[in-house]
Every structure is written in C-alpha cells, then in structure tokens.
C-alpha cells in the first residue's frame, strides 16, 4: 500500500517562505508523477505544480509560477514544494498527491497525502 505524508506546513508572514516536503513509501516511487494541490476554506481543490519520477519535468499553476519550486529526490522517495514570497491567498491545505500522468486534474492521482495546513499572514 502506498502512503504520503507530507510535512512542513505552518504559519508565516507574507513575503515569507515554507519549504513542504512528502514522503511516499514503497519501492516505485520514481515511476510516479508527483503533483501537489491545495484547498483553501470553502473552494475547489486545485493544482500546484507536478513533476515527472524520470525525466523531473516540472508544471506549475500560473498563480504560483515563478514564486514555488517542486523537486523530488528519487532516493529519498521524497517530493517538495518550496514556496517563496508567499501571499494570503496561498493559505490552504496542501496535499501531494501520486499518479502515473503528469495532469492538472486530481482525478487521475491515484494516492493522496493527509495535507498539511499553510497561513499566510498579511
């Protein structure tokens, strides 16, 4: 059975920075494609940003695109989300997430994260 545990959540000014990290178990996790995505209160669930398990590429909403970085470590069985100057409307849980195709749809993830809670102050 596959599980993700992500880490590294918190509360942080705007401006600041959190660095999330997930760890998946089991032996495949570079066959998978690595997605994160957040909830805020009373909204959809919605895409991040995902990377590849060989090739690392790397997608990102527009919202986030030039301010959050994802990188895995293959031997580690580690995927994280550097998130720099962060704004209000980045608080939301934060979900990683398993899949085997790089898309922006949570429904073709197959393996989910409890989620971990970011505020961001103003």
């Known amino acids: 059975q596959v599980q993700l545990v992500e880490s590294g959540g918190g509360l942080v000014q705007a401006g600041g920075s959190l660095r999330l990290s997930c760890v998946v178990s089991g032996r495949t996790f570079g066959t998978y494609v690595m997605g994160w995505f957040r909830q805020a209160p009373g909204k959809e669930r919605e895409f991040v940003a995902a990377i590849r398990g060989i090739v690392y590429t790397r997608y990102y909403a527009d919202s986030v695109k030039g301010r959050f970085t994802v990188s895995r470590d293959n031997a580690k069985n580690t995927v994280s989300l550097q998130m720099n100057s962060l704004k209000p409307e980045d608080t939301a849980v934060y979900y990683c997430?398993?899949?085997?195709?790089?898309?922006?749809?949570?429904?073709?993830?197959?393996?989910w994260g409890q989620g971990t809670q970011v505020t961001v102050s103003s």
């Open positions: 997430a398993a899949g085997f195709k790089a898309t922006m749809n949570e429904f073709e993830y197959d393996y």
